[in-house]
């Protein structure tokens, strides 16, 4: 274990290493510029990173809370009695049964609801219901919220991380066009002199 990581850590020392712009003769000023180039993204990436993901957790959380709060203003719960026996319908959904409740102004309403699974027949549940008495959702949890905002704040380090890479990559793609030139031009120049000498 200890020869895996001492050969982990001496590979990346290199390829750290190799990103140093030093006065080595044959690194050219692309070979500069294009380790500029990364060690900037890098540190865009260190730095922009844990800003993007705060304020796009932030911004998720807020919105779950202003929605959240919303959904409270709005809806309310009611007592529903089942008029079938709850079960499951698909495996990935919760049990529902079929239920009759009153909605705010006295309207009696029926409609499939959430309920525990196996709830028999005549079991009292309590329902959330919208301003019109139709079924809701439950309002977002704290928990919730959390969920959102740290979904948010992963996606919004991955989007980063997409955009940086995308950006290193064009500027390795022309740093590359270039070295490449510079190369052929060299070659042109050198190249004679060698075919006279054979």
């Known amino acids: 274990m200890k020869r895996h990581a001492a050969r982990y850590v001496g590979w990346l020392r290199r390829r750290l290493w190799g990103l140093w712009p030093g006065r080595n003769p044959l690194r050219r000023r692309c070979d500069r510029a294009e380790a ?3 060690a900037g993204l890098m540190a ?3 730095i922009g990173g844990p800003l993007a993901a705060l304020a796009a957790g ?3 959380h807020d919105g ?3 929605a959240a709060h919303a959904e409270m203003s709005a809806w309310h719960e009611v007592p529903a009695v089942l008029l079938t026996t709850a079960f499951v319908r698909q495996a990935w959904s919760p049990a529902t049964a079929r ?3 009153t909605a705010a102004g006295g309207a009696r309403r029926t409609g499939w609801v959430p309920a525990p699974a196996g709830a028999a027949a005549g079991t009292t549940v309590q329902v959330w219901v919208d301003a019109a008495g139709r079924p809701a959702d439950v309002p ?9 905002a740290v979904q948010a704040a992963t996606l ?11 950006a290193g990559l064009l500027a390795r793609h022309l740093v590359d066009r270039r070295r490449l ?4 031009a060299e070659w042109r120049a050198t190249g004679p002199k060698w075919s006279h000498h054979g």
């Open 140 to 148: 977002l949890r704290r928990a919730q919220m959390d969920d959102r």
């Open 58 to 60: 932030r911004w998720a």
């Open 156 to 166: 919004a380090v991955l989007a980063l991380a997409v955009v940086l890479g995308g």
């Open 181 to 184: 030139a510079a190369w052929d």
């Open 64 to 66: 779950a809370a202003r």
């Open 99 to 101: 239920a009759r409740w």
């Open 44 to 46: 865009a990436f260190v």
């Open 36 to 38: 500029v180039i990364l």
